[in-house]
Structures are given as structure tokens and as C-alpha cells.
């Protein structure tokens, strides 16, 4: 097939960018949209211009690396999955096709589609966390049962990717989900409820002070996340959060 | 005893001359003349002045090491000269004395396994480790290469200890890691379902998977802390799959006959890694660990022939950076991107791993590659990376191809549907070889199956290289059971197959939908398509018990050294080994080195060893940038993997290796000659990165191959077509050869990878007797 595409070039984190236009073709149904972007950059290269830059790497859907907003949407056409899961035959021959970097303040370009999202990681720093330090003696591991679904909920909630889908798309470009998804993991198990309180209220307060917008349950997160984490989790914040906050008075 | 220093040549005494006058500067070699027992001393003119004032007589004492202090405005110069010169005369001493040589060698690759029986070999070196008091921890710092399941634990458990930590990872963030796709589980002694597991069965499953080519004490000891993994992974919040009771789930994993596998659902390499993530972050929220994202490690720096520092590059500003610490740990992952495609991540590299090589750690076993009998095939020529099929499918699923060659035109041309062919039209091909292990023998085994069926013209897709993974046997397996479970009688067909699918999904959901992604067909209806493909690499890094490399205080772990799996890893115990070296292995066994670095002192920068590495970095980068030519980095990649999956793939022979070893240095070559980067060095550049990385691996290339050639038997993933079983009951099989072969190879960087040497570390086999692996 052969697309037009209009990309988001910007050489630095200070400088301006624009969108720029280029023709891909001969791309087959089956490659990758990602391959689909090698093939171009490798054109570009030939021509001695700069290939576009964007992040990636485990190219299956798992490290969360991979983050473009294509044609107005987070990951691209299709559902529950990351940028590089999108293959080309969601797309039609002749088609243009937008691509530019998730767009949220707390998240500054660096170049072209690249973005800077370790404000994602500065959040986990400030509690997403069960203080347990390394030792040959921790208890048994199956000391403890825990309910198959609570354990169950945990793990779905703990598939976060942190890939910031969620951000990108929502209006307010609020980080509950993916803030959300963490405090319930660990507010679901019983090793996470001692530190459940300030877990939550630190949490919240280093993402506020990220500059994420608020919440105002609108869902388009739930809606884009390629690991389908639930609205539920972010109820169960809320939660955490007011229990947290009344006993912390 | 010789000696070799600096000292400025006074022409008369010292106190005649003015501070500011100036004077050679020469090398004195002092040593003990055996024959008049009285020491002699001479003194060579390096062409090198500077004025009295400038001169450091106590260079060696200072952590900057400076001879010419800085008040000389060449001081960087002048000092590089010196050291350049006593470099090459140690270099020349060594060549000249054979003897001398022979003996640094062999002591050089001491594997240091304590005495004493294998089961308290562990316990009694842990007992006999020089320990650091936590005051002195405080003034250590330790650098760490990479975050995941290795790096990511041992920087956390290095921090909870109180040692400074400097952590890099090349991603944006620690989490993104390549541990993070592993999928299938992890493999502890635990026996929770008391079938028999112990830590003796796990070692000696883990040293027979490996075709006997790893180290008894290290096995061992991985299968002795095993079981605290999972107990520290569930304390730390790791929703690991539970049964209805509450208590842990296993499955098993290809190689054995037990159920020792943790796992949380398909993505058990996310979850752990999160959790040593987690732990990062604690440390990282306390100041105990710097985090460098977006950095790469581009040299070691190796000072007085200890590993002091690395030099890396800011990978968004271009900065070249220089960093110190009082010991290096290495921990940058795998290398089977050597290939081009493979299962690993499109950044995962050689490049810290062949750094250190090339500054004096041994590499091991290089040749020994395990290629993954169950991926998504390859699609066309523009296929970036290939995707796992979790080894875990193999659980539940049967692999099959045609009996008929008939049938396999007719699918190929799309006549008929795999589902439309009958059970009898059908070869297990697995079943039918190995009735004891079925779809559960090892990888090497089950991909060199898949091999000789399609070699023999049944592979199922239109590119030809592909079998079948069947789910609908253990679909209505287990839609039968929950159908009795549930109280159904006389269930349909349908209900059946709905009920199965639903357990299926909880069991797989996420590989299923990942494969109907990649393919475009539901694998609930019909069988998935599957073709081995480059997973994981056993060889790495040499490294002793305490996990230490042949440099001094350079430190090895995970994939990234050759220390367990031999010559074929056992699904499910990279993640384990992964772990048990950051968290339960290197925290203690670095403390024997560093509890000697306790009167160091802080280690500067600014030094000749540190500026000369720099140097060389830039340099290096700059040709690369300068070349100008026609190719992109993609272009070496691509026509290096094709030679290595040709000639040092799943099957090797002496001329295929000799005829890579022939190739690979023509692309290298070519490379220099024809790469083509655009851009600078100091701006983010993923095109320089690329490049970098696959120059690398077309170093690295070689010497696998070479190794490929040395080994000349079959053992785990090697398979050399020399070697083979000629009759009996194993016929056709690999044929493994002890008298010859039962050693490592470690090889030692001597200017090009055609020129490294050899050295070999002999096993000894004391407690697991060896015997030709047999699945049948
Ligand atoms: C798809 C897949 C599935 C797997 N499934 C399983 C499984 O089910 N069970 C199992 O036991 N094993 C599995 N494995 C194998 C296992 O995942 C890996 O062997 C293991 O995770 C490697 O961990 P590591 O910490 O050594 O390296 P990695 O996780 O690869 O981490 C390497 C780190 O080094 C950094 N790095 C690399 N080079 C540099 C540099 N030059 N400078 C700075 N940083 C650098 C990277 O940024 C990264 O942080 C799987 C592997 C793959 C590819
Ligand atoms: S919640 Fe979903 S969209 Fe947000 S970071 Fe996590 S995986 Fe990505
Ligand atoms: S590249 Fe890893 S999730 Fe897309």
C-alpha cells in the first residue's frame, strides 16, 4: 500500500516544531507499523536527511517504550494495544495518517515523537512500593493465602505498562490510571495495606505536583489503555485516598 | 621483584635546582638481580619535561594519579604520554617472559569454588566473606550496567545495604528493561506440590538441560536460593497466579518432570521486574541510587588494572560522561541480536558486555545460543524482530505437521484448513520421537525437530518454515473438567469448547491476543503457526563463584555472563538466575572485594585512565560519524544475522564457520567504508546508537563463529554436524563429547577478535554423572 504521512519534526526540546510530509510505498498489509516507520527512516537515510526519531524497543506490547498519536488517537486505530502492536492492515491504501508525540505538560518533547515521561517514574518513587528490604528470611511465600480474586485483581491491575496512553488521552491530561493502577495493586494484597495511608496520599501529591491535570471521570483513559486497566482502579484510589486523608487529619 | 615508576632525571642534586626549572622526566625500572642479590636500577628519558613545581613524586598515591599536576597547562597531555609508554613496556615485559605469562593466565581464570561438600559450599564461603561495616559502606560507590531482573535487583539490594549506587539502563526508564517481556515463569524448588522437587532435582535438571557444560557449585547454589526469590518477590507485592485456596500456582516448563514454575499469567517478566523496580525506587527516593536513564555505557575504565569507573554517553544530550566507583557491575542482558531477528529487544546489545572484553574480561562459550522452538515466523522482509510464543504453551499445546506431503501443498495454497485434517493425517512429530518428554523436551531438542521436519519440505506457511501448535486437544480437555465440575451432563460440543476456551483464556489470554494481532487468525479456531527463532544466549562474560570477571573489580550478571545454564537453558531459569544473582548472589560475594577498598577514598575523575577512555570513545564515535557513506546501520544488521542464522544457526559445520568467520570480516570492513550516520555526536541520535551497537556485534560475530569452529561436538544448542550419533537407539541424534570438550571456553581480547586466546576452564563433575541426555 502506499500512505501519505504527516509527522511531528522537532529537533529539540527548545526549539519549535512543525508537521512535515511524507510518501511511503509499496508497504505490505502484514508489516508492523513501527517496520512501516523503518522502512521510511531507511528512505530518508538514503537521501541523507535524519531518520524521525521515536522510542521503542521490546516491540511486543510489554515494555511500554513505544508511544505515538496516530490520526488522533492514542496507539493508533484498534484496540488494547501498544503503538507497535498496530499492524497496517487497519490502515487503506492512500491513506494520510497523522503522527505526532503524546501532548501533556508534564511530559516535555525531546525530539521529534520522543517524549519525557519521568515524571511517570518520579510518582513511583514517592510510594509505589511495599518497604521490604532484601533477605534470605522472608516469610514463606505461602504463608499467607491470599484470595484467587483479589490476587487476580491485583495482577490485572499491575499490568500497567506505564506507557501514558492514558495521559496523552485524556483532555485533562490526568495520570490517575496509571497512578491508580499501582496503589490498588498493592492495596488489594494484605503486604500492601501497612503502608496503604501514606502510599496513596504521597502518591497523589507528587503527581499534582507533576502538573497532570484532574480527574473528571470522563473515561477515554480506560477506553485507550492498551492493557485495558479499569476505571475500577481508579474508584479504588478515591477511595484509599478519602480513608487516607480522614485518618491522616 | 621488578618495579616500574616515574621519576624526574636530576642531573645534579635537588635542592640545586629553582622550582620552576625544568627537568625530564624519565622511566625507572628498579628490580632484584638474582646474581649479586643487590637491586638495580635504570632510568630511560621519555622526551617528556615539566618544571619542578609541577612534579608529584606521590602520584601513585593520590586517587587522581597525576605525576604532572595540573598547574602544568599540559599536564593531560604530558601524563597520557607517560602512561602510554609504561603500557607498552608491561606489555613487552609479559610478551617476552612465556613463563610468566602462562602463570597470570591460569590464575587469571581461577573459578575460586570453595572447598568443601556441594551442598554447604555456600553456606561456608557466605560464613567466610569479609564483611564491610555499614560506616564504610557509606564511602563505596558501585556502578551498575543496566536494570533489569539482575541489574534492577542488585542495585536495590546493593542500596539496602548502604553502598552508593550509580544505576544506567539505555530506556527511558528502568522498568522498560527486556526482563520486562519475559513471559513464562520462574522456575524454584519449593515442591508446594510435593511431586517430588528438591534443590538437588532442580540442579541436576538444570545441569543435564545444559548438556553438562555448566559449573556444579554455581548450579547449585542457584538452586539453593531459589526458593527466596519467590518468598522476597510475594513480600514485595508480586501477584504471582494463585489457586482458588489462596496458595501459589505451578506449571511445568520443557526439560523436566515436575511442576516448579511460578508465573502471573503470561507476563511474569513484567511483574518480577516491577518488583525489583519497586525496590529501585524505594533507593531511589532515598539517595542511595542515582538513576542514569536514557545512558549508555561505552567503556570501562580500568586503573592499576582494577575496574574504576565506565564512560557514557547521555543518550538525549550526546554528552560523553565520565563516572567512577570502586566497583563495576555488569548486567546489560543478552546478546542474540547478533542475528538481527530475535526474541530480545530492538536496543538489546553486545556493547557493554564486549567493552570489558575488549578492556581484559574473558568472554565464554560465545557460540552457545539457544534458539526457541516456539516464535511467530517471519512474515516478509520487512519483519524488524521476531515474537515468543511462550514456552509455557507447550504445557497444554500439541505440535504437529502433516503426515502427507500432499497436505502440506494443499495448505500452502490455501486449499485446505489445517482443522480440516484428520488425527490420523497428522505427525506429532514430538510424541513420536520422545514418548517420555512429548512436547515437553528441552528447546534445543524440540527446535532441531522442527528443523528436520521442515528441512523435509512439511512447513505449513507460505515462507515454508513453520509447524503447528495445536490448542484444540487441550481446549476440550479442559472444558470436559470444568464441565463436571460445573455439574453438566451430557455437555454439547459447543458448551465444551466454550467452557475450554474460557480456561484457556485465563491460563494464556495474553499470548493468545498478541498472536492474533501479529497474524490475523484466531488461534482458538485454528492451530497457531510457530518457527524457532534466536532467544537467549548462554555464553557471556567469564566470571568466577563470587561472580567477579577476569578484571578486578568488575562484576558480571544475568544473561549477560556465561555462569549457569551450559549450553542450553531450561525455560524458566533465566529469570531465576537473574534474580538470585542481584538479590542473593553478588550483594554478598562483592563485599569480599570491596571490604579491601575501605581506605580508598573517593575516586576522581580526573585522571589520565579516565581522560584516555573518553577520549577514545569520542574518537571512535566521530570515525564512525565521518565515514559518510551510502548504508544505514539496518543494512550491516540485517546481512550479519542473515550470515550468522545461515552458517552459525541451528546447525554448523566446520566450512559454514570458516566461510561466516571469512564474511563477517568482509562486512566489517565494509562497514567502515560504506555506514552511513547522519547528524552529530552531541544531540540525541538513534542512528550513531544503532551504528555503534552493530559494530559491536560484527566483532563480536566473529569470535562466535570462531568458537562455533573450536567446539567441535554437539552439546545443548551447538549442534555440529561432525558430531552426531552414527547408531543405536539415539541415532541421528547430537552427540556430545566429553573426553575432548568438557570445558569452557574463555576467550581473551588480544587486538582482534581473530587473534583472542583460548583458555579453557576444565569441569569437573562430582555430584551429577554424566551421562548423553535422552528424552525418549
Ligand atoms: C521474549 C522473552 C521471553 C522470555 N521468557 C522467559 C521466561 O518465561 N522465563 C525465564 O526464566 N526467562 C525468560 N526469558 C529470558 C529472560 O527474560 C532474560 O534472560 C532475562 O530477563 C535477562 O535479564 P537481565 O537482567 O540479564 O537483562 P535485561 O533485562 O535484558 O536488562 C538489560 C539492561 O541493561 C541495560 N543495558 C544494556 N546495554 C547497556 C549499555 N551499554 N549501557 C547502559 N545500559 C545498558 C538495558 O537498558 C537494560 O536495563 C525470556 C526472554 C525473552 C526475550
Ligand atoms: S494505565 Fe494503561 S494507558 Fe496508562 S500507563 Fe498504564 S498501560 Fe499505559
Ligand atoms: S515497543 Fe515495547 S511496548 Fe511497544
Known amino acids: ?249 | 621483584m621488578k618495579k616500574i615508576t616515574f621519576a624526574l632525571n636530576y642531573r645534579k642534586p635537588k635542592l640545586d635546582y629553582n622550582p620552576t626549572d625544568q627537568i625530564e622526566i624519565c622511566i625507572r625500572f628498579s628490580h632484584l638481580d638474582k646474581k649479586t642479590n643487590a637491586h638495580k636500577i635504570k632510568n630511560i628519558s621519555c622526551g617528556v619535561k615539566c618544571m619542578l613545581k609541577d612534579w608529584n613524586n606521590d602520584w601513585h598515591k593520590n586517587p587522581e594519579r597525576l605525576p604532572v599536576l595540573k598547574t602544568d597547562p599540559d599536564y593531560s597531555k604530558k601524563n597520557k604520554k607517560l602512561f602510554d609508554i609504561r603500557k607498552k613496556i608491561l606489555i613487552n615485559q609479559f610478551k617476552k617472559s612465556d613463563d610468566l605469562e602462562k602463570n597470570i593466565r591460569s590464575s587469571k581464570l581461577d573459578p575460586k569454588i570453595p572447598k568443601g561438600p556441594m551442598n554447604q559450599k555456600w553456606t561456608n564461603h557466605k560464613n567466610s566473606i569479609n564483611l564491610v561495616n555499614p560506616a564504610n559502606k557509606r564511602n563505596i560507590d558501585v556502578i551498575v550496567v543496566g536494570t533489569g531482573l539482575a541489574g534492577g535487583s542488585a542495585s536495590a539490594s546493593l542500596a539496602e545495604l548502604g553502598y552508593n549506587v550509580k544505576a544506567f539502563c539505555y530506556q527511558d526508564s528502568p522498568r522498560r528493561a527486556h526482563s520486562i517481556a519475559a513471559q513464562g515463569g520462574i522456575n524454584a524448588a519449593k515442591n508446594y506440590q510435593n511431586d517430588g522437587d528438591s534443590i538437588y532435582r532442580l540442579f541436576y535438571d538444570t545441569v543435564k538441560g545444559g548438556d553438562y557444560r555448566s559449573r556444579e557449585a554455581n548450579v547449585y547454589r542457584l538452586a539453593e536460593v531459589s526458593g527466596n526469590i519467590i518468598d522476597q518477590c510475594v513480600a514485595q507485592g508480586v501477584p504471582f497466579a494463585r489457586e482458588y485456596g489462596g496458595l501459589l500456582d505451578n506449571r511445568s516448563f520443557g526439560g523436566v518432570l515436575v511442576s516448579r514454575t511460578f508465573y502471573a499469567k503470561g507476563q511474569t517478566g513484567q511483574q518480577l521486574l516491577l518488583g525489583a523496580y519497586s525496590a529501585m525506587n524505594r533507593q531511589i527516593a532515598k539517595g542511595k541510587i542515582q538513576m542514569y536513564n536514557r545512558h549508555e555505557m561505552l567503556d570501562l575504565v580500568v586503573i592499576d588494572g582494577k575496574a574504576r569507573g565506565i564512560i557514557a554517553r547521555n543518550l538525549e544530550t550526546g554528552e560523553i560522561q565520565k563516572h567512577s566507583a570502586h566497583a563495576v557491575v555488569i548486567a546489560s542482558g543478552g546478546y542474540g541480536n547478533v542475528f538481527y531477528l530475535s526474541t530480545n529487544a530492538m536496543g538489546s546489545n553486545v556493547t557493554a558486555s564486549w567493552k570489558i572484553h575488549k578492556k581484559g574480561a574473558f568472554f565464554a562459550n560465545p557460540c552457545f545460543t539457544q534458539i526457541h522452538p516456539t516464535c511467530i515466523p517471519r512474515s516478509g522482509d520487512h519483519q524488524s524482530k521476531l515474537t515468543l510464543m511462550s514456552e509455557s504453551l507447550r504445557n497444554d499445546g500439541r505440535i504437529w505437521v502433516p503426515k502427507n506431503i500432499d497436505d502440506v501443498e494443499k495448505i500452502r495454497s490455501g486449499k485446505l484448513k489445517p482443522t480440516e485434517i484428520k488425527e490420523q493425517d497428522r505427525d506429532y512429530y514430538l510424541e513420536r520421537r520422545y514418548p517420555a518428554f512429548g512436547n515437553l523436551v528441552p528447546r534445543d531438542v524440540a527446535s532441531r525437530a522442527a528443523k528436520e521436519r521442515i528441512d523435509a519440505g512439511f512447513g505449513v506457511n507460505n515462507t515454508g518454515e513453520a509447524v503447528y501448535l495445536d490448542y484444540s486437544t487441550a481446549i476440550k480437555r479442559y472444558g470436559k473438567e470444568k464441565a463436571l465440575l460445573l455439574g453438566i451432563k451430557d455437555p454439547s460440543e459447543n458448551e465444551i469448547v466454550k467452557l475450554g476456551e474460557e480456561i484457556v483464556e485465563t491460563k494464556y489470554g495474553n499470548l493468545f491476543q498478541m498472536y492474533e494481532k501479529i497474524v490475523d487468525e484466531n488461534p482458538y479456531k485454528t492451530p497457531m503457526m510457530i518457527y524457532p527463532a534466536v532467544h537467549y544466549t548462554m555464553g557471556g562474560v567469564w566470571v568466577d563463584y563470587n561472580l567477579m570477571t577476569t578484571i578486578p573489580g568488575c562484576y558480571c550478571i544475568g544473561e549477560a555472563n556465561f555462569s549457569d545454564h551450559g549450553a542450553n537453558r531450561l525455560g524458566a531459569s533465566a529469570l531465576m538466575q537473574g534474580l538470585a544473582d542481584g538479590y542473593f548472589v553478588l550483594p554478598y560475594t562483592i563485599g569480599e572485594y570491596l571490604s579491601n577498598e575501605i581506605r580508598t577514598g573517593p575516586i576522581s575523575v580526573e585522571s589520565v585512565e579516565f581522560d584516555e577512555s573518553k577520549s577514545l570513545v569520542e574518537k571512535k564515535l566521530q570515525n564512525i560519524l565521518e565515514v559518510q557513506g551510502k548504508k544505514p546501520a539496518d543494512y550491516f544488521h540485517i546481512k550479519l544475522g542473515k550470515i550468522m542464522w545461515e552458517y552459525v544457526g541451528m546447525s554448523r559445520n566446520e566450512k559454514g564457520l570458516k566461510t561466516a568467520i571469512k564474511e563477517i570480516k568482509k562486512l566489517r570492513d565494509l562497514f567502515w567504508q560504506e555506514i552511513f550516520v547522519p547528524g552529530n555526536m552531541y544531540s540525541m541520535n538513534k542512528e550513531l546508537e544503532k551504528a555503534a551497537r552493530v559494530l559491536d556485534f560484527l566483532e563480536l560475530g566473529e569470535l562466535f563463529a570462531i568458537d562455533a569452529l573450536d567446539r567441535n561436538e554437539s552439546c545443548g544448542g551447538h549442534y555440529r554436524e561432525e558430531s552426531v550419533e552414527k547408531d543405536g537407539p539415539q541415532k541421528g541424534e547430537a552427540k556430545r563429547d566429553d573426553v575432548n570438550y568438557s570445558y569452557v571456553s574463555a576467550w581473551e581480547y588480544n587486538g582482534d577478535p581473530s587473534k583472542a586466546v583460548l583458555h579453557k576452564e576444565k569441569l569437573e563433575f562430582t555430584e551429577v554423572e554424566l551421562k548423553q541426555r535422552s528424552y525418549k
Open chain 1, 1 to 249: 500500500m502506499d500512505l501519505t504521512l504527516k509527522v511531528w519534526r522537532q529537533k529539540n526540546r527548545n526549539e519549535k516544531g512543525k508537521m512535515e510530509t511524507y510518501q511511503v510505498n509499496d508497504i505490505s498489509t502484514d508489516s508492523s507499523f513501527l517496520e512501516m516507520l523503518d522502512i521510511l527512516n531507511n528512505d530518508l537515510l538514503e537521501e541523507g536527511q535524519e531518520p524521525i526519531a521515536f522510542d521503542h524497543d521490546c516491540r511486543e506490547g510489554i515494555c511500554g517504550m513505544c508511544s505515538l498519536y496516530i490520526n488522533g488517537k492514542a496507539h493508533g486505530p484498534d484496540s488494547r494495544i501498544t503503538t507497535c502492536q498496530l499492524h497496517m492492515r487497519k490502515f487503506k491504501d492512500g491513506e494520510t495518517i497523522y503522527v505526532e508525540p503524546w501532548r501533556a505538560k508534564a511530559f516535555p518533547i525531546i525530539k521529534d515523537l520522543v517524549v519525557d515521561r519521568s515524571a511517570f517514574d518520579r510518582i513511583q518513587q514517592a510510594g509505589g512500593y511495599i518497604s521490604v528490604n532484601t533477605s534470605g528470611n522472608t516469610q514463606d511465600a505461602n504463608l499467607t493465602p491470599i484470595p484467587k480474586d483479589d490476587a487476580d485483581k491485583s495482577f490485572d491491575a499491575a499490568t500497567c505498562i506505564g506507557c501514558a496512553a492514558c495521559v496523552a488521552t485524556c483532555k485533562n491530561s490526568s495520570a490517575m490510571l496509571f497512578v491508580s493502577a499501582k496503589v490498588s495493586q498493592l492495596s488489594l494484597l494484605p503486604q500492601g495495606r501497612v503502608e496503604a495511608k501514606e502510599r496513596v496520599l504521597n502518591m497523589v501529591k507528587q503527581m499534582d505536583k507533576e502538573g497532570f491535570g484532574n480527574c473528571s471521570n470522563t473515561g477515554a483513559c480506560e477506553v485507550e489503555c492498551p492493557k485495558g486497566i479499569s476505571l475500577e482502579n481508579i474508584a479504588i484510589l478515591n477511595r484509599e485516598f478519602l480513608k487516607g486523608s480522614i485518618t491522616n487529619n
